[in-house]
């Protein structure tokens, strides 16, 4: 006989795989089959159960049915160090990493057996990182490495315990735009070496260049398994959704106002002590998105928490309506000037963590009624509207109470998104609200602002996101080392004009225009 009967099994079967929590399943009977030496994609919304299904392989939780086969024999896997010995290791979206210690310390950190022959590992260790394309010093303290090469930290620990089946999840979600092409280079020499890659995503530019095969799960179950060559990514984003999704959305004219947010000669210094906003000036008008672009690190975060009053101001002003925001307190500028944030850092910053999702949605104001009286919450009054919003943002959730922690981050952006739109601001600072969110979240955070726009919000929209924010902004302008050097009408505002710009050079872009 030939055919299916001469091939060999799969490096990895799942067979009717189920995970509940409470009364929320989050795996529902799934199938999965990934073969040897491939690149093969779980691709999904937020809260689809990508996530959920990989800890399950990696022995972090424990099914409630169905079986796992690794190259045809059935295993239980119980811990994370079972699954390494069978080859198994998984990078996670947030590194279990010790930022104090060293490359090499890091990566033996744990290793049965190993012998504290710093220099022995840290040689073999560099050999190992030569061998996949990249140097690293293995005596580095990590905290000082960037974030791409504290992530091949991650991948070096695993192969260094002889992983050949590695699982990303949302790799590219913790990574600046000028890192992804050096991951994704790696990752094609882990294919080359004949190592197994699952990358779980919901980007669809990354499944389409990168994945020889794609499962595609929905809330909780697998939908589809095809093959990349044979689809393309709107097939994929109506199989993710359920739906035809609209990417290109049409933001058309909007009813522009007077200017509520001024911004003049801003300087802002920044956590090194070095000066990040330097000499900005930009107004926003009601009923206007001013689209912020620029390389990651240039003054951007800096600049919405400046406007926030969570970041000091050494010189310039902020004014709202007219009105300085000098001294005023950021609780202040939030109720007396109506002044909505969504930051950058959406773990750090925008949420507790370790608080209940009803609690994040009031976070904004839990110390004023309607969810505080005589310095008493009211649990009902947070809990009705925690309710309302997850309803109304499509938070995909176990229940109320569930720690935000334990939500993809998609649905966490969510979270913050819907706290700071229902508060009807007449300024929106949103800074990169659509990192890390899958197609269809893209679709109603785009087509949220914009009715926050029709509504007279004057927004300003940080993004490194190029195609994201074209979408919607009214108006672009460009900053380049705490500066604004060039500033578009949308119409004008072209990809390759605006890359030159955020690159530092307008003086090419303008004489072109000229």
């Not at 490096?11 to 990934?34: C, H, M, P, Q, W």
């Not at 996949?132 to 192969?159: C, M, N, S, T």
């Not at 007449?426 to 109603?444: N, R």
């Amino acid at each position: 006989m030939s055919g299916r009967a001469d091939r060999p099994a799969p490096r990895l079967a799942l067979e009717g795989i189920t995970k509940r929590f409470g009364g929320f399943t989050a795996n529902d009977a799934v199938d999965l089959s990934v073969e040897e030496g491939s690149v093969h994609a779980i691709l999904g919304e937020n809260g689809a159960g990508k996530s959920t299904l990989m800890n399950i392989i990696y022995g972090l939780y424990q099914p409630d049915g169905g079986r796992i086969r690794v190259r045809g024999e059935t295993v239980r896997i119980n811990t994370p160090r079972q699954a390494l010995a069978l080859g198994i290791g998984m990078v996670h979206q947030h590194f279990k990493q010790v930022p104090t210690m060293t490359v090499t310390e890091n990566v033996i950190l744990g290793l049965p057996g190993a012998r504290l022959d710093l220099a022995g590992h840290g040689a073999r260790i560099r050999a190992l990182a030569e061998t996949l394309g990249f140097e690293i010093d293995p005596h580095e303290q990590l905290w000082h490495l960037p974030v791409g090469a504290q992530q091949r930290v991650e991948i070096l620990k695993l192969l260094y315990r002889e992983a050949d089946l590695l699982i990303f999840d949302e790799p590219t979600s913790v990574l600046t735009p000028s890192e992804v092409g050096p991951f994704f280079e790696l990752l094609r020499k882990l294919k080359q070496s004949g190592r197994t890659v699952v990358l779980i995503t919901h980007k669809l530019d990354e499944v389409m260049g990168m994945a020889d095969r794609v499962s595609v799960m929905r809330h909780g179950r697998k939908v589809a398994d095809v093959e990349t060559c044979e689809t393309d990514q709107r097939a994929l984003a109506r199989l993710m959704v359920g739906r035809d999704i609209v990417v290109d959305i049409s933001a058309g004219e909007g009813h522009v106002g007077e200017t509520v947010l001024e911004l003049r000669d801003l300087q802002v210094i920044g956590a090194r002590g070095v000066t990040a906003v330097d000499g900005l000036s930009l107004a926003v008008r009601a009923g206007e998105i001013v689209g912020l672009a620029g390389v990651d690190g240039n003054g951007q975060r800096e600049l919405a928490e400046a406007i926030a009053g969570l970041c000091p101001v050494r010189g310039g002003s902020i004014a709202i309506r007219g009105t300085s925001l000098d001294g005023v307190s950021p609780d202040r500028r939030r109720r007396r000037f109506r002044l909505g944030y969504v930051p950058e850092d959406r773990q750090r910053t925008g949420l507790d963590l370790d608080s209940s999702i009803a609690f994040n949605m009031a976070l904004r104001s839990y110390r004023h009624p309607p969810f505080s009286r005589l310095g008493w919450m009211r649990f009902g009054a947070i809990a009705a509207h925690a309710e309302r919003l997850a309803r109304r943002y499509d938070v995909r959730m176990r229940s109320l109470s569930q720690r935000v922690r334990d939500l993809s981050g998609g649905n966490q952006q969510k979270i913050i998104l819907a706290r700071e739109i229902d508060a009807d601001p007449d300024v929106l600072v949103v800074s990169q609200p659509t990192k890390g969110l899958d197609v269809g979240a893209i679709e109603f955070v785009q087509k949220t602002l914009l009715a926050a726009r029709e509504r007279g919000c004057a927004i300003l929209y940080i993004s490194t996101e190029l195609e994201d924010l074209l979408q919607v902004a009214d108006r672009v302008a460009v900053v380049f080392r705490g500066r604004i050097v060039g500033e578009m009408p949308r119409g004008a505002a072209q990809a390759e004009r605006l890359g030159l710009m955020m690159a530092g050079h307008a003086g090419t872009v303008q004489g072109e225009a000229a």
